[in-house]
């Protein structure tokens, strides 16, 4: 059971709009910002979003996050095939002195 | 550019013991906080260690809290994990990570080294 709440999956079709939640706690998600981490399959994971909105240089601005209050979400949208993946959420929990991810949501690209 | 070669992983009975390396190169090492996360065949991410640039502040899993001590060797640019009483449900992909710093995410990953706890 993973501190952080996220769907185990989510689909779209090609060009569509797709979000993901995670939900948590006033000790995680409540009081710290969010990463979102994409993991292709067979490959290591990859940082995708930090600090709740921001995207690293090699991320395409087709992915988005927000957070408010004790949750957070991952918006993708014009669906491509090569966004098939897991992705995760993250972050620091205040209460367990521990970096905590959610259970990831396999997103698959119909 | 930024690089991260974990090793040491192998095969081990319960209660054995392993250590796990990552070679890091392509940055400064010692301005970066760095940790441990896993994965377990099938499952998601659990992150198992950290710590911090210097080595002054470690923080740990409750799973592995007292079986397992991270620690880094700024002058070989190399962070380990020793990982004593091994169970079988330590068995996983052990990643190694960069920290960005103040919880902005891990930025570099390794490709990971596989413990396989069996008898």
């Known amino acids: 059971q993973s501190v952080l709440t996220q769907p185990p999956s989510a689909s779209g079709t090609p060009g569509q709009r797709v979000t993901i939640s995670c939900s948590g706690r006033?000790?995680?998600?409540?009081?710290?910002?969010v990463n979102w981490y994409q993991q292709l399959p067979g490959t290591a994971p990859k940082l995708l979003i930090y600090?709740?909105?921001q995207r690293p240089s090699w991320v395409p601005d087709r992915f988005s996050g927000s957070k408010s209050g004790t949750s957070a979400s991952l918006a993708i949208s014009g669906l491509q095939s090569e966004d098939e993946a897991d992705y995760y959420c993250?972050?620091?929990?205040?209460?367990?002195?521990?970096?905590?991810f959610g259970g990831g949501t396999k997103l698959t690209v119909l | 550019q930024v690089q991260l070669v974990e090793s040491g992983g192998g095969v081990v009975q319960p209660g054995g013991s392993l250590r796990l390396s990552c070679a890091a190169s392509?940055?400064?090492?010692?301005?970066?906080?760095m940790h441990w996360v896993r994965q377990a065949p099938g499952t998601g991410l659990e992150w198992v260690a950290f710590?911090?640039?210097?080595?002054?502040?470690?923080y740990y899993a409750d799973s592995v809290k007292g079986r397992f001590t991270i620690s880094r060797d700024n002058s070989k640019n190399t962070v380990y994990l020793q990982t004593n009483s091994l169970r079988a449900e330590d068995t996983a992909v052990y990643y190694c990570?960069?920290?960005?710093?103040?919880?902005?995410?891990?930025?570099?990953w390794g490709q990971g080294t596989l413990v396989i706890v069996s008898s």
């Open positions: 990570a960069k920290d960005r710093g103040g919880n902005t995410g891990f930025d570099y």
């Open positions: 392509g940055f400064i090492f010692s301005s970066y906080g």
């Open positions: 600090t709740n909105n």
């Open positions: 993250a972050t620091w929990d205040d209460s367990l002195n521990a970096w905590v």
């Open positions: 710590i911090q640039y210097d080595g002054t502040n470690k």
């Open positions: 006033s000790s995680n998600i409540g009081s710290n910002t």
